[in-house]
């Protein structure tokens, strides 16, 4: 037992640092792409080893404070950040049986542990002792409530229809039909939550270049600038997989098919999650960053209303008909 269980956790966790070095370059190629230039080629074939060259050079850079810091506590945010990223993914199942731990509760757990995610952002912004910091620490702190709430909002509608369970279970709820077809919009609120959520483009407002330097993590450099770094890609691949897990089916296979069964079904859902990451990279490139009013009205009037009102449908055709679970 002793054995085990630090072992499925380095199962979980170099995966998951692996997928996140390679995520960036291939956000890079993408963006290249679609910009009409070749993007990173100079470092290994095809630019396979600018990761490494990247990581690298954030490990031998010097660590850098602000003289009027809070030091220990602006070492502690990058951290704290990059930990709650990792810690999630306990309930994340890659395939049957695949998952550190599956309780009925995993997704409160998971949503909790999004909810704590602000808190390394706002001790960052505050602890640097710099406005552009802070700024960025509070818009992040102001944009997460009211798509955490559209989030959960959208959860309680998921596991309406398939009843309360597991991770594991709600994939297996969905052999039949996958639950984002007749809940497409609700799949659409849902990734775009997620988008503002992890603070991608084009919901980028707390680390926005133009108008506050870099946001949150201006102050930091070296080792610390890689943990807000590896914690933004992380929380990607996060969403991502429970993004999978919660509507196009999760592990089983696309196909029922006699060939594609034999495919193991962690390839299957890194094969969905990675559609999903190509949509986080192709919003980044086709669409310009919001306004921080049209943020906020999005959430609030909009986002926020329309998951409410999902609630309420689901749960009145679920109870006329009688096909609660």
Do not use: H
């Not at 306990?90 to 049986?97: K, R």
């Amino acid at each position: 037992m002793y054995i085990a269980v630090p072992a499925e956790i380095l199962g979980i966790i170099l995966p998951l640092l692996l997928g996140v070095a390679f995520l960036v370059l291939a956000e890079r190629k993408v963006m290249a792409f679609v910009q009409r230039r070749k993007g990173p080629d100079v470092v290994g074939s095809f630019g396979l080893l600018q990761p490494l060259a990247d990581g690298s050079k954030l490990i031998l850079k010097e660590p850098i404070s602000p003289s009027s810091a809070n030091f220990s506590l602006f070492r502690m945010a990058p951290v704290t950040t990059f930990m709650l990223s990792l810690v999630a993914r306990a309930v994340v199942p890659f395939d049957y049986g695949m998952v550190l731990s599956d309780p009925n509760i995993g997704l409160l757990y998971l949503f909790a542990i999004s909810s704590l995610g602000v808190y390394g952002i706002i001790i960052a912004g505050w602890s640097s002792n710099s406005k552009y910091a802070f700024l960025g620490a509070l818009r992040s702190a102001a944009q997460m409530v009211p798509y955490e709430v559209s989030i959960g909002l959208i959860l309680i509608t998921v596991l309406i229809c398939v009843g309360p369970r597991n991770s594991s279970e709600i994939v297996m709820a969905q052999k039949q039909i996958w639950s984002g077809i007749p809940l497409f919009p609700v799949l659409v609120m849902f990734f775009i939550s997620c988008l503002a959520e992890t603070n991608r483009a084009p919901f980028d407002l707390p680390e926005a270049e133009a108008e506050l330097v870099a946001g949150y993590n201006v102050e930091y450099s070296s080792m610390g600038s890689a943990l807000f770094f590896l914690g933004e890609y992380a929380n990607m691949i996060l969403m991502s997989g429970l993004c999978t897990s919660l509507s196009p089916g999760g592990w089983p296979p696309i196909l029922d098919l006699p060939i594609s069964k034999r495919i193991p079904g962690s390839i299957w859902f890194s094969i969905k999650v990675i559609l999903f990451l190509f949509l986080y990279i192709w919003v980044r490139a086709a669409f310009p960053r919001y306004r921080y009013d049209q943020l906020m009205g999005l959430g609030r009037k909009v986002f926020l209303p329309l998951s409410l009102a999902r609630v309420v449908a689901v749960s009145g055709v679920l109870v006329t008909f009688q096909w609660l679970p």
